[in-house]
């Protein structure tokens, strides 16, 4: 072998051997013309298991091995595209880093044990645990990243199983004050909108949302719409702000006095729908009398907007035929969140802009199939959106899985940050952490790291390591990754589509639903809670009964159907209820929206309308830390970079963290665009990280990427949550800036644009 | 006004907002669709429908190009990605790459990418300058293919190119470069970044040659190299509301070039080689009209034999600058176009004939097999004339529009320098080589005439060879042009001790020495062979390194025109 390489390398040194083989073409009959080493046995069809959007796509299978994807050009959301992570996600199942083993953690070294040894070490330990802690004692965080299938059997066993209580999903860092914005505004979870409506809408209204950096192929849905104005709202010119016809730069955490004089405007201006109102709302009356105060003029000197900018934002969307609102994480991050997605829905609904054509308040969600978590689980809700505190609900429950009533709960367990500060608190010793990466993800990591210290036990079950978490970890269960396993995935616009197996797993991981059936098995329980089941689609049957009649209809879903359709959306009847939306029974291809008829899932089908104030953020610059870090994503990374990470092209094009800082500030610290820098808050620092002096931060704020462990941002940021749904404020901080080392090189010259030498010497 | 009537583009007219890219209040400017027609062959291919690719066949005179339409990109990478995985590129190959600008002042921002691959240029300096022809124009579609076959790895095309599009692969040891997919258009399909862009940023088009010959302007963006170069074909749509000041994203990230340490050691020693004979074969001419330089008569066969050896060296290192050395042959294909098949024509040329010179000489002294003198002569000419011609050839690939550093007339006058610098030095080492072996002991005076002539040709080199580097640095600290504003960075601040220290080594090596030799021999008036090898060798090892140096800072602080790069990315690969 060796002399063979040798040879090879000779050959290679004296250009004999070009590579001819590896860089042929050839014809791929469904793709056509492409390269011969990426031309697949198979494609299999699925879904992208990074972002939310939830793109149609194909695996490209070879000789056992993932060589390529290509998008899908017949799946209803983005016809053929992918972004860039998309375009490389094989790559992701090939990652170096791939967990393969079963590993526990002996005298601080791992080592590879058996599955039978890993899956009784987890039982007896949490076992152990709760037995001389009580059941509260354990914890589950787990993620979006899971197929709809298996985060509804995670649920069963930690709930029904375990009998654990503390159960949350990632989600909440990323779309929780969404879910509790919706619930309380509408009464239940579940966006009203479609991503159709970006092509109807005459108006799109963006708040918070950069899609260009994180939802790309929502810009090519939005492109299509040739009679849009796009408005977008943020403190920062993203490359989505680049896209808006009207760019609103308003102060950071000033949405919500932007909303509520939008109201006022509206109000005055007589744009209202007071039938709307009047038939659906309550809470009208409450809510004129608080936006008095929210003049346009107070409303400039709140958000930094021009009176002017202000009042054509109203009016355009007063007089807006179909204005759509959409939303991210400069809306949910933060710890007026929830209320902010009510100032949102609050603007929605006194114009009677919910469920119709081209308009609604529509969340853009994180992962790929957080929806189905928020739909499935045990986190916020029951499973199919039902409410831990009705007896009716529960009684429902329990008798559709055939077990006693008091074993479904009654009250929602710890929510993720209060389920780390348990462990701080000494109340929760064992913790079982599912495809979720918090010690990049996490705020404040220093506190984080702190609590890991502390627990008894933790199990983390992740497709990859080491990553940072798994490194702390006692027992390490190696799970399959997207393309080695089957479900489904629903994304932000309800569309539920099909996740298929190309490969088989590496080494001996399993996938996360073949875990879950062998703990179930361990604990004796899996008669009562997964009877019969062996694949996922035992799971997709039973969570299609447990959903029927509700606002998320799955029943009428089938896997061949959602193969033929590529993805459909809920809710999606079997016929057998009608129910108040008729837009149950429809054909598969037809958009649903929720609420057209004006009737929501509150007590009296009225949604209310609330009065909310525009608070400041937990944590304001300061004499000592005199700049708001602001944090965020790019294109070229999912999350924490454990897939990312390992793919060359990705990691090229963006391979480590940036600040970025006003060139009025820069020239204050005398720091020059490619200097490194020190970055420091009140809770811990960021030693080295390359600065990009720019004019698209505002001056006292700067922005840093979130996704690199090594620069981690999380490192500075608050640990405060939105009070509803325990949503951390990952947006602003208080941090001071300095030189970090002095860089090879700089140019002294021509650093900042001739314009803003000009602004300074004003 | 009804409501049925209602635009709420005419509200947002009343408001002045300039809406971003609108032509008119129908709606925005949709790409491609003027071409939709019927008679074309591809009409029912559906990226044809789209706008992605032209719907109709090249007609006589046209050529395929792409269309980027900077209002439009978001810079989100689709497109390089998708290229990369249709050619299957490992990930330091980027045939399409995504540049960033930005100009204003906050809130009034303005951030632009600029998505681009080749630009299939009309005047392509990547095929002009190809040794081996591995670049073709292809006459139906008038895309710039490249075929890996012929490529034998030399990089020129690297060089040549302004906007850095072919790529070296160190994988297959050859260049590589897009190809605009022209096989999937032939087919209905859009090329893969086109297809993938989720902007509809990136289109096919016709353009018609001769009139895009005539006025090219749409080629040109900020910070783009200008398009008169190579008469770039890529069509760019400016955003209207651009700032007229745009900085690139990758501003600070000024990298110094690779050393191409073969092609140091070749370059200066063909020139030491070049210049030596030059001067050898003066002296075999003048040797006759002036009595003081009568010794060198019996010293030529050495001085000749000493050059070949030199000259192999300096030929066996330009081998392995190439990806495929055995295919090096190849490199003299293009001798009616490229200058790097000249190079190595007159190169070739000029060891032959050399060594059929130092045959004739060894011949007429060793073996007594006399040749007519003045055939001898002839011969001595030829090579000179050869190794000047290929001196020149040499600076000519350096001269180039895309490396602005290089492309000076500085360049062949420092390459010639070099060799007249080191040429005489050489001579006189093996000169006093060769007085070691005929005996110890004093040297005779009269052996001087010969040595003073060197020291003087060298030490006036010298000389000038100084004035053309502070003539440099002197340009390079008042340029406007960015490449060479960064270039004299890269000089003077990146590699300032290396700078210092070629300038030292120069004035050392032409002036110090051969002075103090001078001081020497006037003040003893007699000097053994030993002190005179000594001095020799001191001399030519200081100015041979010297000029070493200073042709690895020609080659590391070049700064290539390029097109922007994003934050991270230097505009192209290193070459």
Known sequence: MIEK?????????????????????????????????????????????????????????????????????????????????????????????????PLLKMKGKFRRIDWNWAIREMVGRFQTIQNQHGPEAIGVISTGQLVTEEFYTLGKLARLGFGIKNFDGNTTLCMASAVSGYKRSFGSDGPPGSYEDLEKADLVFLIGANIADNHPILCYRLEKNQKRILIVADPRVTKTAMMADLHLPLKSRSDIALLNGMIHILIKENKIDKDYIQKHTNGFEELKKHVE??????????????????????????????????????????TQGTETVNAICNLALITGNVGKVGASPFSITGQCNAMGTRESGFTASLPGYRKYEDPSHRKELAMLWGVKEEMIPTARGLAYPDIIEGVVRGKIKGLWIIATNPLVSFPNQKYLLDCLDRLDFLVVQDGYHPIPTSQVADLVLPAAVWGEKEGTFTNSERTVSKVNKAVDSPGEAKSDFDIFLMLAKELGVTDQIYPGWKEPKDAFEEWKKISRGRLCDYSGLTYELLEKHGGIQWPFGDGSIGGSSTNRSRPPEENARLYADGVFQTEDGRAKLWVIENNPPPESPDEDYPYLLNTGRTVEHWHTRTKTGQIPLLNRLSPEAWVEMNPRDAKQLKLYHGDYVRVESRRGSIERVVLRVTETIPPGQIFIPFHYAEANANNLTVSDCDPFSREPNYKQAAVRVERSAVPLLKRPKKEWPAATEAELRK | MSDKEFSLIDLADSFHLPLKNRVNKEGYYKPGSSEHT?????????????GLIPAELLKEGEQYRFHFDMSR???????????????????????????????????????????????????????????????????????????????IGCQYCTWNCPYGVPQFNPERNIVTKCDMCYVRIGDGMAPACVAACPETAIQIEKVSVAEWRENHAEANAPHMPESKITVSTTRITLPEDMPEEMLRLNRHQIQPEHPHISLIFMTVLTQLAAGGFLILWLGDVLSRVFHFLKPLQEFLVFGACGILAVTGLALSASIFHLGRPLHAYKALRMWRRSWLSREVLFFTLFSLLGAAYAALLLSSNTFRFPVPEAIRLLFGGLVALSGMA???????????????????????????????????????????????????????????GPVLSWLAISSSAGFVQLLVLFARLFYLSEEKNPELYDSAILLTRRFKNHFLIRIGLLILGSFILPLSYLFYFVAHSTTTSGQMMFFAMTSFMISLFGEILGRYLFFVTVVAKNMPGSFFTQSGGRH
């Open chain 1, 5 to 101: 390489n040798f040879f090879k390398s000779i050959q290679r040194r004296l250009g004999l051997d070009i590579q001819t083989g590896k860089y042929a073409y050839d014809m791929d009959e469904q793709f056509g013309y492409m390269s011969k080493a990426k031309i697949p046995d198979r494609w299999v069809m699925t879904t992208c298991g990074y972002c939310s959007v939830g793109c149609g796509m194909f695996i490209g299978e070879k000789k056992g091995k993932p060589v390529s994807v290509r998008g899908n050009p017949n799946h209803p959301v983005n016809q053929g595209r992918l972004c860039p992570k998309g375009l490389a996600e094989h790559y992701a199942i090939t990652a170096p880093n791939r967990a393969k083993y």
């Open chain 1, 293 to 334: 105060k929210f003049t346009p003029e107070k409303v400039s000197e709140m958000t930094g907007l021009s009176v002017d900018q202000v009042r054509h934002t109203a009016l355009l969307y007063g007089h807006a035929k179909a204005p759509f609102i959409g939303w991210t994480m400069g809306v949910n991050h933060s």
């Open chain 2, 38 to 50: 019927t008679c074309g062959v591809l009409t029912a291919s559906p990226d044809a429908k789209e």
């Open chain 2, 73 to 151: 990109c978001v810079g989100c990478q689709c497109c390089v990605v998708a290229c990369n995985e249709q050619n299957n590129n490992p990930s330091s190959v980027t045939w399409r790459r995504v540049g960033e600008i930005e100009g204003g002042v906050y809130p009034n921002t303005k951030r632009f990418h600029l998505s681009m691959a080749c630009n299939h240029c009309l005047d392509p300096s990547c095929l002009t300058g190809c040794p081996t022809d591995a670049y073709e124009k292809d006459e139906k579609t008038g895309v710039v293919k490249h075929k890996a076959e012929e490529c």
């Open chain 2, 390 to 448: 290929g001196i020149h050839a040499s600076a000519k690939i350096y001269m180039v529009p895309a490396r602005p550093a290089w492309n000076t007339p500085r360049t062949p006058l420092r390459f010639f320098l070099t060799g007249f610098i080191l040429g005489p030095l050489f001579s006189f080492t093996v000169y006093s080589f060769y007085e070691m072996t005929k005996a110890s002991g004093n040297v005779a005076p009269a052996v001087l």
